[in-house]
């Protein structure tokens, strides 16, 4: 079946403007994580939702970025004020309650440039 | 806190053995995990294995867990040129959400 997509797959924006990128996780799939890699590291976390609500957002750095889920399947990571330390490839994955090792399952990701 | 510590490069001739080590900060992580990266491809989940066992066999890899000094290892036995990659090291933390915490990754190079 389809995995997880990202939209878009690359994205350059100006300092200070604001983006969007999409999420689609796999189909009936009720956990969807966002997690941010910079250059040489490892993902690290943003936001985790279970269903509609974001049960652990504890990892948005700050106020700019914000993410929603209406329908509990398409997620939306919203950053407004874009600066350029917000460049990194942001990571999507889902994961099924019903797998009790929580396996995620990663997207391409979306690669931002802040130019 | 939470941490999680790999060494960042390994580099391994075609057919022997490769080794990734990671050191893990949070003793009450139920499961840890390894991720593999290729180019181009997303995070994909290797092996995991549960926080009260030592050891878990799957095919060409082993995975050993000391919990006492909080270390993790990834072997890999007849290594290939095709498992060339980055090697994450994660755990799950003391959150029941499932939210994972990474090293930042052990590139594996493989000569043939």
């Known amino acids: 079946g389809a995995g997880v997509s990202q939209t878009p797959s690359n994205k350059v924006t100006e300092k200070g403007k604001y983006v969007e990128l999409r999420c689609d996780p796999i189909s009936g799939h009720t956990a969807l994580y966002w997690y941010r890699q910079s250059l040489g590291q490892g993902p690290e976390f943003l936001i985790y939702f279970q269903g509609t609500g974001a049960a652990d957002d504890s990892g948005l750095p700050n106020d700019r970025f914000f993410a929603v889920r209406p329908e509990g399947s398409v997620s939306t990571l919203k950053i407004q004020r874009t600066e350029r330390g917000d460049s990194a490839v942001y990571l999507c994955?889902?994961?099924?309650?019903?797998?009790?090792?929580?396996?995620?399952?990663f997207g391409p990701g979306t690669r931002l440039t802040v130019t | 806190g939470e941490d999680v510590e790999q060494s960042l490069f390994l580099s391994v001739r075609e057919g022997d053995s490769s080794v990734i080590n990671c050191t893990y900060t949070d003793s009450s992580s139920t499961y840890l995990y390894w991720y593999k990266q290729e180019p181009g491809a997303g995070l994909q989940l290797l092996t995991y294995?549960?926080?009260?066992?030592d050891m878990k066999q799957d095919q060409r890899l082993t995975v050993l867990l000391n919990k006492k000094d909080k270390h993790l290892s990834l072997r890999i036995a007849d290594t290939q040129t095709g498992d060339s990659a980055i090697y994450f090291c994660a755990e799950s933390g003391s959150s029941n959400t499932g939210k994972l915490i990474f090293g930042q990754g052990t590139t594996l190079q493989v000569k043939p």
């Open positions: 294995i549960f926080s009260n066992m």
């Open positions: 994955a889902s994961s099924s309650r019903r797998s009790y090792i929580y396996e995620q399952y």
